[in-house]
């Protein structure tokens, strides 16, 4: 069951809060935290520097700090680990739910983020984000860990799209191409010939994203047929909230 009540608890420290406001209370936990000594500044400075497509603070507080999630990703009943790189799932008595793994940190180390290129050799299953770069970190194979990931990032921010989730019934990958310019990008080798599939949302590409699927074609790495637009059977008025969710370099200072 889906539920929009979470919140944040470590010890005795227990606070409540929907879940779009999650965001917004680990920037204060860390503003706090920061704000107690010199060596906590430092260390979170230093956690944040391999941070750039997404914000440090979740992370921070979960992994770093040792709070748990109540109720993550929307699902009641459920809490949130975070154990060195990684966050882990438990159901409400603190077993694991399917191995307990949910999905690594965010930074843009452990997302294994580097510019993709028509190297064909190092093609795989992967996303590809509006700047054109590799998204999977290297523990994970497919889309589903790394797609719940961003979900996760929008939803601890935004009312707007955390309560339409709610309310919608479809794949999580098309939700999200609502929101986030993303192209699932599948590569599928047999012997010497490689054969790529990209699944988009047209309305909510990159300048840099429709190149790169250009130069597939034109070098042959792909068909028209191949090319998936989510827009043709989910009309909607995109918007790229990417640069809502960037750690920028003028919130670095707390």
């Known amino acids: 069951m889906k539920t929009l009540e979470s919140g944040l608890i470590k010890g005795d420290k227990f606070y409540t809060c929907k879940y779009y406001d999650i965001e917004s209370l680990c920037q204060k ?118 797609l719940n990931q961003i979900a996760n990032m929008i939803f601890i921010s935004n009312q707007k799209v955390c309560e339409e989730y709610l309310r919608v019934n479809m794949d999580l990958g098309s939700f999200i191409s609502r929101y986030y310019p993303l192209i699932r990008f599948q590569a599928d080798k047999q012997g010497r010939m490689i054969l790529t599939r990209c699944v988009y949302r047209k309305s909510n590409l990159t300048e840099v994203q429709n190149a790169f699927m250009n130069d597939l074609l034109a070098n042959r790495y792909t068909y028209p047929s191949f090319l998936n637009d989510l827009d043709l059977i989910d009309p909607y008025p995109a918007i790229d909230l990417s640069k809502t969710l960037s750690y920028e370099e003028n919130s670095r200072k707390l």
Do not use: W
């Open 29 to 146: 936990i860390v503003h706090d935290y920061c704000s107690l000594n010199k060596e906590n500044n430092e260390q979170f400075q230093n956690f944040a520097s391999n941070y750039h497509l997404f914000r440090p603070y979740f992370d921070f507080v979960v992994c770093e700090l040792g709070y748990k999630v109540l109720n993550p990703e929307l699902q009641a009943n459920t809490i949130l680990v975070g154990k060195d790189n990684h966050m882990y799932l438990l159901d409400e008595m603190e077993n694991p739910i399917s191995k307990g793994f949910y999905a690594g940190k965010s930074d843009d180390k452990t997302l294994d983020l580097y510019p993709m290129t028509l190297d064909s050799s190092s093609f795989h299953d992967c996303l590809i984000d509006g700047e054109g770069n590799h998204i999977l970190p290297k523990d994970m194979f497919g889309h589903v860990h790394i």
